[in-house]
């Protein structure tokens, strides 16, 4: 059974920081690109980093130099560590895989988890 559970979302002030974490089960990880999108009310799902299966990354212009994702493939997770968080970082962030390589349309993925909420306020 295909799983993706992501934990370590909840709400932070204005320049602070979290740590998305997600656990992969059912298939092989290793060899598949990873990533986190994110969905905020009444917005479409956007993606924010991607990882493919040899490490490399990307990022939307938006988190660029503030988010950091990585992965370990004997753990079978997949990370987004968020810093210096901005109120427009607020949404539900989605754990994904697929075995096509990165992509920025979500269509293209495979497995979705169920989201975690961040929220940022003062």
């Known amino acids: 059974q295909v799983q993706l559970v992501e934990s370590g979302g909840g709400s932070v002030q204005p320049g602070g920081s979290l740590r998305l974490s997600c656990a992969a089960s059912g298939f092989p990880f290793g060899v598949y690109t990873a990533g986190w999108f994110r969905q905020a009310p009444g917005k479409e799902r956007e993606g924010v980093s991607l990882?493919?299966?040899?490490?490399?990354?990307y990022y939307v212009g938006s988190v660029q130099g503030r988010f950091t994702i990585s992965r370990d493939n004997a753990k079978n997770m997949v990370y987004l560590q968020m810093k210096s968080l901005k109120p427009e970082d607020t949404a539900v962030y989605y754990c994904?895989?697929?075995?096509?390589?990165?992509?920025?349309?979500?269509?293209?993925?495979?497995?979705w988890g169920q989201g975690t909420q961040v929220t940022v306020s003062s």
């Open positions: 994904t895989s697929n075995a096509r390589g990165p992509s920025w349309d979500p269509s293209e993925y495979d497995f």
């Open positions: 990882i493919n299966s040899e490490g490399l990354t």
